[in-house]
């Protein structure tokens, strides 16, 4: 079974600070992960995806991911956060294989930017 | 190109009822998943339609169906609604391969009173 965990329900930063959210996976089989967006009262964005191309994945609005295996890790970081970006992030994870349009997801981490 | 959209936005329903949800993809993608989010549980995936046909299914009651026609647009049906039914119910639209990334719809609200 795969399973996916978000360390931190909650993560406060101060605006032009530095933000990382953590994600750690479980897969019996190499994983596809990814990062989403949700702004409240709306759908999920695509932030960034991994597929086993490149380890250090970049993606939309200044934010990026590195794929680190021998820790199980998908940590999502962005070098100055704005006051935009507060909202909640979900990392997920999709098996491959006959895991058809299904993507397993974190808990969610909800970001607050400070002023 | 237009994003995936749902309806109806709201929905609200009383125990014992069944509802029916609509979702439209993106034009090109066959395959829509089908999630429920709410605060307790989170983002729980119902099932995956990929031309027509059931390709997988999540851990939730025969109460919650769901079907796909032949231009990709999928509907999903609740039958018999409990109050914990109430939730966020997202739809999401792909080429249908592992590593394909879904887009999401804005989500049908669902009240059960």
């Known amino acids: 079974a795969q399973s996916v965990t978000q360390l931190g329900s909650h993560v406060s930063v101060s605006e032009g600070a530095l933000v990382l959210l953590r994600c750690n996976y479980s897969?019996?089989?190499?994983?596809?992960l990814f990062w989403y967006v949700q702004y409240p009262n709306q759908g999920l964005q695509l932030l960034l995806k991994y597929t086993s191309a490149a380890t250090l994945v970049k993606g939309i609005n200044g934010f990026e991911a590195e794929f680190k295996k021998s820790e199980t890790s998908f940590h999502l970081t962005k070098p100055s956060a704005h006051m935009s970006d507060a909202a909640e992030y979900f990392c997920a994870l999709n098996a491959g294989g006959t895991s058809y349009g299904k993507l397993t997801f974190g808990q969610g981490t909800i970001l607050t930017v400070h002023p | 190109k237009a994003g995936v959209t749902q309806t109806p936005r709201y929905l609200i329903k009383t125990r014992g009822q069944q509802v029916t949800l609509s979702c439209s993809p993106i034009s090109g993608h066959r395959s829509v998943s089908w999630y429920q989010q709410t605060p307790g549980q989170g983002l729980q995936f119902l099932f995956e339609y990929f031309s027509e046909t059931q390709r997988n299914k999540g851990n939730f009651p025969g109460r919650f169906s769901g079907r796909q026609f032949s231009n990709s647009r999928s509907e999903m049906n609740v039958s018999t609604l409990e109050l914990g039914d109430s939730a966020l119910y997202l739809c999401a639209s792909s080429l249908g391969r592992g590593n394909s990334e879904q887009f999401f719809g804005p989500g049908t609200r669902l009240t059960v009173l």
């Open positions: 897969s019996s089989v190499p994983p596809y």
